[in-house]
């Protein structure tokens, strides 16, 4: 299965007992449908998402990056602290293709930039 969205806030790192780690982060999936009279009505769906394969890989998924996951979904039910059956489905990522990054992130890479070549031009070498 394959979906595209935007991540909506930066992932988190947890170490488990057995020395495994996962990352988890939640993404906005956008779509839509169109109602009984033909209007568009936009909708959003957020997923809850894992990756257990490579914990390096946290430091990509920050908030506003979107992404495209492949991987597969499973349902989860538990009972919350009141004693409520809760329900839900996480999104188990096998991999994952960043399509483009936060405007933070492009501003850094662009006063790097910037760095470099303002540095490039004061060499004082006569050609």
């Known amino acids: 299965m394959e979906i595209t969205g935007r991540i909506t806030r930066d992932a988190v790192l947890t170490a488990l007992k057995d020395e495994r780690t996962v990352i988890n982060f ?16 936009d909708r959003t769906e957020f997923v809850r ?29 538990w009972h919350d ?13 096998s991999a994952f293709k960043v399509i483009a990054g936060t405007a933070k992130k492009n501003e850094h890479a662009k006063s790097q930039q910037e760095q470099t070549a303002t540095k490039e031009e004061d060499d004082d070498l006569p050609f």
């Not at 257990?52 to 992404?67: C, D, E, M, P």
């Open 26 to 41: 939640n993404l906005a999936v956008p779509g839509g449908y169109k109602d009984k009279n033909g209007a568009w009505i």
């Open 49 to 77: 998402c894992a990756y257990w394969l490579n914990s390096g890989a946290a430091k990509l998924l920050t908030k506003g990056t979107i992404v495209q996951l492949y991987g597969r979904i499973s349902a989860n039910a």
């Open 81 to 93: 602290s009141d004693g409520e059956a809760k329900a839900g489905l996480r999104f188990h990522t």
